[in-house]
């Protein structure tokens, strides 16, 4: 079937089905069911380099791309757990802005919970360490997490 934008803002759209018995409806509901895994793959792609593993042996790539795709599951489930039904904090540029949080948006949100926990917790009750101002340590975790 093709679909098209009756305000020509998108071009023409060709949806296919293999299933000659499937209604017109059926085959856009398809199509947006799909798009949310879509956008997951090209999420996890792009953050946490499915598809771009170096491995030498086929089962090691058969065991990276699930494991990979746990972490992303894992991301989006401790930030969710952590948020509580709050908004997630979207980083803006000035020059890109963006209405919706990505998946960059999250993980760098799950860092900044994670790593100042984890930096304290190693840190030893030792004479000859320095102590920063929380805000420093704030920026600096702030601008890790989006970096790294």
């Known amino acids: 079937m093709l679909v098209s934008d009756p305000e020509g803002k998108f071009k023409p759209q060709a949806l296919l089905s293999t299933n000659p018995d499937a209604t017109p409806r059926q085959i856009v509901e398809w199509f947006v069911q799909r798009w949310q895994l879509e956008v997951t793959f090209e999420e ?56 919706l949080p990505t998946f960059s948006d999250t993980l760098a949100f799950v860092r900044q919970q994670l790593w100042p926990v984890a930096i304290s917790w190693m840190s030893p009750e030792e004479p000859d360490m320095v102590k920063i101002p929380k805000a420093l340590l704030d920026r600096l975790t702030d601008a890790l997490a989006y970096a790294a």
């Open 44 to 99: 996890a792609r792009a953050h946490l380099g499915i598809e771009t593993q170096r491995q030498w042996s086929d089962l090691a790539i058969l065991r990276t791309t699930p494991a990979l795709l746990g972490v992303f599951s894992l991301v989006t489930l401790f930030a969710h757990h952590l948020l509580q039904g709050q908004a997630l904090p979207v980083r803006q540029a000035a020059w890109y802005s963006k209405e």
